[in-house]
């Protein structure tokens, strides 16, 4: 388990409101723990686009496309499908507008990579590849960030432990304290080398998982005892 501490000190003067209750050595510190989750959720964007005169037959197109799209999807046991944005565009020539582009796109998320891998080569019959990806699911995240939760607690803790004994106190007061969560999705990334419609019988691509850092970040102030 990696784990980073962080530490800002904030000695505070008694204020200038006399009805306010006084502020002594407070000190602010923050602590973190961090750790390496494999990404287990695979997570893919393809579009279907096309362009021309007439912007209702390139919708149908379109229509068409995306459907067999999410109908191919919906085959695959265990795959997530739904759709994205739907763009209808003026093309433009020498400053006039010379035809019409029609996309639209569809988002594929699931935690079985030969399923995805697979179900991607065939969707390249007729969809373009936007963008392929890894992250971490709802589930394994939140398993990850609540065991850091408590290290970064302790880590919290203990360096507050530590700076009261550095300016010989003998105890601290916690003021506040705030815990953060986040960090360690991966979003899709850009798929240039797949970023066309592959005929049929074309491999599928080869994808890796690899890993994501996940961080809790425990922050608040302390007030040194006399």
Do not use: C, H
Request: zero cysteines; glycine letters at 8%.
């Amino acid at each position: 388990m990696l784990r980073s501490i962080a530490v800002a000190l904030v000695l505070l003067a008694p204020p200038l409101w006399a009805n306010d209750p006084p502020v002594f050595d407070r000190v602010t510190l923050s602590a973190s723990a961090t750790s390496e989750v494999a990404n287990d959720l695979l997570v893919a964007e393809l579009f279907a686009q096309e362009e021309g005169q007439d912007p209702a037959a390139l919708a149908a197109q379109v229509n068409g496309q995306i459907s067999e799209g999410i109908e191919k999807a919906r085959q695959v046991p265990g795959v997530r499908v739904r759709t994205l944005d739907y763009r209808t565009q003026p093309v433009y020539r020498n400053n006039r507008v010379d035809g019409w582009r029609v996309s639209q796109a569809i988002r594929i998320e699931s935690a079985d990579n030969e399923a995805m891998s697979e179900l991607i080569g065939k969707l390249q019959q007729q969809l373009s590849v936007r963008s392929i990806g890894y992250s971490v699911s709802p589930g394994q995240r939140k398993a990850a960030e609540d065991r850091l939760i408590e290290d970064a607690i302790a880590a919290f803790g203990a360096r507050a432990e530590r700076i009261t004994a550095a300016f010989g106190r003998k105890r601290y007061r916690l003021v506040n304290v705030r815990v953060d969560t986040g960090g360690g999705t991966q979003p899709p990334r850009p798929y240039a080398a797949r970023a066309m419609v592959m005929s049929e019988g074309a491999p599928p691509p080869t994808l890796e998982s690899g890993s994501a850092e996940i961080r809790v970040e425990v922050s608040g102030s302390i007030e040194l005892q006399q």
